[in-house]
């Protein structure tokens, strides 16, 4: 769906495709291209979107900080190179992530 969107400008009742159509003003509306724009396009008027926006309302994107947690990679070498046991595969236990971060809570 492509196309201008128009909105009546007047109230009105009138035959169109052999039916009676009612049309209010402000809230009948039709696309671009339709038919009952060309049989009383004087009764609708393009619908245009104006707003501003107030830049500090605007959502922020978060950037990465500290709290990310490090990379499962890291962290077993850091066991490795600091004599923890931790499993060669699978997740890594929380006394281990709790080493590595007091370890790394200074850098």
Known sequence: MA???YVARKTAALVFAGKTVFIEE??????????ILEAAGEMFEPVFVHFEVD?????????????????AKDV???????????????????D????????HAGA
């Open 3 to 5: 196309g201008d969107i």
């Open 26 to 35: 402000g809230s009948t509306m039709a696309r671009e291209g339709h038919p």
């Open 55 to 71: 830049p500090d309302a605007l959502p922020v994107k978060e950037s990465q900080n500290a709290t990310a947690a490090p990379a």
């Open 76 to 94: 077993r070498a850091w066991a490795k190179d600091n004599g923890v046991d931790v499993p060669a595969r699978g997740a890594i236990p929380e």
């Open 96 to 103: 281990v992530m709790a080493q590595y971060a007091a370890a």
